[in-house]
C-alpha cells in the first residue's frame, strides 16, 4: 500500500528509521535508569522530589539504621510498596505490603512495636469505609491477611505509643482511639483530644479538612503534626500544622508558628505541600517528608518531598527548606543504596507490585497475567480499559515516551494507555482490522490498521502533548498516527479520586495477548 493511501486511513507518512536523539538532561536534575530524574545531585546536595510521581502520604519508618517508607496505593494492587534507604535522599523499592483488594487505600501508618511491623489501613469501599491492620515479622513480608477494626468514619490512622506504654490510633478530625495491647483491635470509642489550628479566612483552601495526624515522641515532648485546608483544589491550600504536650493524653498547645508548611502563590515550584512526618537522619539531624504537586503538573500526582527541620530553644521546630524550588544540602551520614528502579522491562519475570500493578483489580486478577520467552501473556478481560484492569506503571516526569510490541489474539483488542481511572484516559489500541483511539475516557475514532495482528506502538507524553507511532517492522520505520491529544486535565481536580496519570497497557476481548520488550525512556525538561 503506498504511502499517501496509508494517511487516509489515519496515518502519517512513514519516518526514516533513524535513531532518536538522546535526550538533554534538565537542568538541576541528574539522570538515572531509563533517563529518569533522580534527586541526589552527586556533590552533595539534593533537588526535590526525593521520590518523583504519584508518591503521596508518605509514611516513614526509621528502623535503627535502615528507613522504610510507603504511600497510599488507592486502587492499585499489589499495593503498598515499601521503600528502603540509608541516607532519606536514594530510594530503592523492595516488596508490597498488601495483595489483596480491600478497597481504595488512603494514608497508612507504618511502624515497628516490639519487634513486629505494622501497618494501619484506611480503605474507602463498598458497603462502607474501614480501617484495617496488617503486620508482619519482617519488613519484606510475609503480611498477614487484613484485619478490619471497625473504624467506619475516620481515615488517616496515626500509630502512637504514650509514656505509660498504651498503644492509640489517632484519627482525621483531632479523633483517637485506643488499641489492644497487641494492637490488633480497639478498645472502647473513639474520643476528640484536639481542635486544630484555623487559617485565616481570606486564605484560598479547599476546605479545614484535618488529617493526616503524625505523633512524635522527641525527648520530654509529644509533637502532632496535621494537615489542613485540604489536600488538592487551590494550590495554595494544603498546609502543614502542629501542637505539642508533654502527655499522649493532652492538652495539646498550638504552635506559635502555624502553619510551618504552605503554598503561598501557584508561582512556587510546589503546590498543595503539606501531610508531613519528621524523621531523623544518621547525622542526628530532623527532616521532614511530605508530599506536594509540581507546579502545572497534576496529572503526576502529589510527589515526596524533603524538607530539613530545625529545633528551636523554645523546644519548638521549624522547616528550613523555604519553596523546595532548589538545591539543598543532604542528610549526614548513612550511605546511598541505588535508587529508583528500571520502568522498563524485557518481562524476564513478572514484577507486579514493584513496577507493575492492576487498576481496581478482582480478586483472581494476578491469574491473568504470566512471563515465558521474555513475553508477558495478558489474558483479556472486559472490552476496553474501562473495563479492562490495564496494568500501569508510575511515571514521574513531565517528558517521556513508551513503547511495545504487542501482538493479538484473535479476535482481541489490546494497547497502550495513559490512564487515569476507567472514566478518564487516552491511548491507542487495535483489533486485526481497525485501530481504536482512547480519549477523554471514551472510545472514539476506529481508522484502518495495515499492520494486522502484530505491530509496535508508540506513545510520547512530552510536557502534556501526546503523539502516537506505530510500526510494522519491529520498530525500523514508524508511522505517526493522525491523533494527537493534550492530556494536561487528566487529573484529580477535573475528575477526583487523588490518582495520577500512569502508563501503562491494557488487553481485551478473548485469548492472550503478548506483550514484548516494553521500553520506557524519560525525555527531560
Not at 145 to 165: F, N, S
Not at 398 to 408: A, K, M, P, V
Request: hydrophobic fraction near 35%.
Amino acid at each position: 500500500m503506498a504511502a499517501g493511501a496509508l494517511s487516509t486511513l489515519g496515518l502519517a507518512t512513514s519516518l526514516p528509521a533513524s535513531p532518536s536523539p538522546a535526550p538533554k538532561p534538565s537542568p538541576g536534575w541528574r539522570r538515572g535508569l531509563d533517563h529518569q530524574r533522580i534527586a541526589d545531585l552527586g556533590d552533595g546536595r539534593f533537588l526535590n522530589p526525593v521520590l518523583s510521581g504519584d508518591r503521596p502520604d508518605p509514611a516513614i519508618l526509621k528502623d535503627g539504621e535502615d528507613y522504610y517508607l510507603t504511600f497510599s496505593s488507592f486502587e492499585s494492587y499489589p499495593g503498598l510498596l515499601i521503600w528502603h534507604s540509608r541516607d532519606l535522599v536514594n530510594w530503592q523499592p523492595r516488596k508490597p505490603a498488601l495483595t489483596r483488594n480491600i478497597g481504595s487505600v488512603w494514608a497508612v501508618s507504618l511502624e515497628k512495636h516490639k519487634g513486629r511491623y505494622f501497618l494501619y489501613i484506611p480503605v474507602k469501599a463498598s458497603p462502607q469505609n474501614d480501617i484495617y491492620v496488617i503486620w508482619a515479622d519482617h519488613i519484606d513480608g510475609p503480611w498477614s491477611d487484613p484485619v478490619p477494626l471497625g473504624l467506619h468514619k475516620h481515615i488517616d490512622p496515626c500509630h502512637a505509643v504514650g509514656e505509660d506504654g498504651s498503644r492509640w490510633l489517632f484519627l482525621s478530625g483531632g479523633d483517637r482511639v485506643r488499641l489492644s495491647d497487641d494492637g490488633m483491635r480497639v478498645i472502647g470509642e473513639v474520643e476528640h483530644v484536639y481542635d486544630p489550628w484555623r487559617y485565616p479566612e481570606e486564605w484560598d483552601v479547599e476546605g479545614f479538612a484535618p488529617e493526616g495526624p503524625k505523633i512524635h515522641h522527641i525527648g520530654n515532648w509529644f509533637y502532632m503534626i496535621t494537615a489542613v485546608g485540604g489536600t488538592a483544589g487551590p494550590p495554595t491550600g494544603h498546609m502543614v500544622i502542629a501542637a505539642r504536650s508533654r502527655s499522649i493524653h493532652g492538652p495539646w498547645e498550638q504552635h506559635p508558628g502555624n502553619p510551618l508548611v504552605r503554598t503561598e502563590s501557584a508561582r512556587e515550584a510546589w503546590w498543595s505541600r503539606g501531610h508531613a512526618s519528621l524523621v531523623q537522619a544518621p547525622d542526628k539531624s530532623w527532616w521532614s517528608l511530605y508530599h506536594g504537586f509540581e507546579n502545572g503538573y497534576w496529572t503526576l500526582g502529589r510527589q515526596c518531598l524533603l524538607d530539613p527541620v530545625e529545633f528551636t530553644p523554645d523546644g519548638w521546630f521549624r522547616m528550613t527548606g523555604g519553596d523546595l524550588s532548589a538545591p539543598i544540602a543532604k542528610p549526614g551520614g548513612g550511605s546511598a543504596l541505588p535508587h529508583g528502579m528500571a520502568l522498563s522491562d524485557d518481562f524476564g519475570t513478572l514484577a507486579l507490585g514493584t513496577k507493575w500493578s492492576f487498576f481496581r483489580p478482582d480478586p483472581d486478577e494476578s491469574s491473568r497475567a504470566r512471563v515465558a520467552d521474555n513475553t508477558l501473556f495478558l489474558k483479556g478481560k472486559g472490552l476496553a480499559p474501562s473495563t479492562g484492569s490495564p496494568l500501569l506503571v508510575i511515571a514521574g516526569d513531565t517528558s517521556y515516551r513508551f513503547e511495545c510490541d504487542i501482538e493479538l489474539a484473535p479476535g482481541g483488542t489490546a494497547g497502550l494507555v495513559l490512564f487515569y481511572d476507567d472514566k478518564l484516559y487516552a491511548g491507542l489500541g487495535f483489533d486485526a482490522e481497525r485501530f481504536v483511539t482512547h480519549q477523554y475516557g471514551i472510545e472514539r475514532g476506529r481508522p484502518a490498521n495495515p499492520h494486522g495482528r502484530r505491530m509496535r506502538i508508540r506513545v510520547t507524553n512530552r510536557k502534556h502533548i501526546v503523539s502516537f507511532h506505530t510500526s510494522g517492522d519491529d520498530g525500523r520505520t514508524w508511522l505517526k498516527f493522525d491523533r494527537g491529544m493534550e492530556v494536561s486535565g487528566y487529573h484529580h481536580n477535573v475528575r477526583g479520586g487523588f490518582l495520577m496519570l500512569r502508563p501503562g497497557l491494557y488487553a481485551a476481548g478473548p485469548g492472550e495477548a503478548k506483550f514484548r520488550d516494553f521500553r520506557f525512556t524519560a525525555l527531560g525538561d
